[in-house]
């Protein structure tokens, strides 16, 4: 008895009632309105308590002394708050990668490159720019009169970094030698390539601030 291949091939009465292109798309419509739903169920679930945003939600921020109260989203950085929204533009946008310096504050005493600072990050911390000791009763800081006086300062950009470091620098070594200084504003680059102005700068200072011996 010989069987005709064309009928293996059609689909029986039960197979039709079993699977239809109607079936499929409601099928796959209930797929599609579930599973967003569930994964952003799972999402919430698998969020840590107390993360904040993705939006911009309020910080404060202690900078040169004074609470800033700010919104921020979570992915901005402290040197974006400070220059776009608290208007505090000492600190310069150059490489924006954490190599040049030129961004630099001090962060609890310490010398940070605020453009690898998130500001959420920041909270609770002292924060110092060039914009909180720069001028004093109307009287320039000691390292700032120096740079001038030294010509350690060309396009101006690096110039507030510069500043920043050699501040920080000082507080740590009063007395530095030549070479000290050199090794200690080792983090923070000059395009114009002024680095001995700015090392007399440093020694200068040093001097003008009871503490250095070696200008």
Do not use: W
């Not at 630099?104 to 110092?128: E, F, H, P, R, W």
């Amino acid at each position: 008895m010989s069987r005709n291949p064309d009928s293996e091939l059609k689909p029986t009465k039960d197979n039709r009632r079993g699977f239809s292109r109607r079936g499929l798309l409601q099928s796959i419509g209930v797929t599609g309105a579930v599973a967003p739903a569930l994964l952003e169920q799972t999402a919430k679930a698998q969020t840590p308590v107390g993360v904040m945003g993705p939006g911009a939600v309020p910080i404060t921020l202690n900078i040169n002394g004074k609470p800033a109260k700010v919104s921020v989203e979570p992915r901005e950085t402290l040197l974006d708050v400070l220059r776009d929204k608290l208007d505090l533009t000492g600190a310069k946008r150059v490489c924006d990668r954490g190599t040049c310096g030129a961004c630099s504050v001090l962060v609890n005493g310490k010398v940070m490159y605020a453009c690898t600072i998130l500001a959420i990050d920041a909270q609770g911390k002292q924060i110092t720019t060039i914009e909180g000791f720069a001028l004093s009763g109307g009287r320039p800081h000691p390292v700032v009169t120096a740079f001038v006086n030294n010509d350690a300062q060309q396009c101006g950009y690096c110039t507030p970094g510069f500043v920043v470091a050699a501040k920080a620098f000082l507080d740590a070594n009063p007395n530095p030698t030549y070479e000290q200084v050199k090794d200690g504003l080792g983090g923070n680059l000059c395009r114009c390539g002024t680095y001995v102005g700015v090392r007399k700068a440093v020694l200068d200072a040093a001097k003008a601030m009871k503490g250095g011996s070696n200008a």
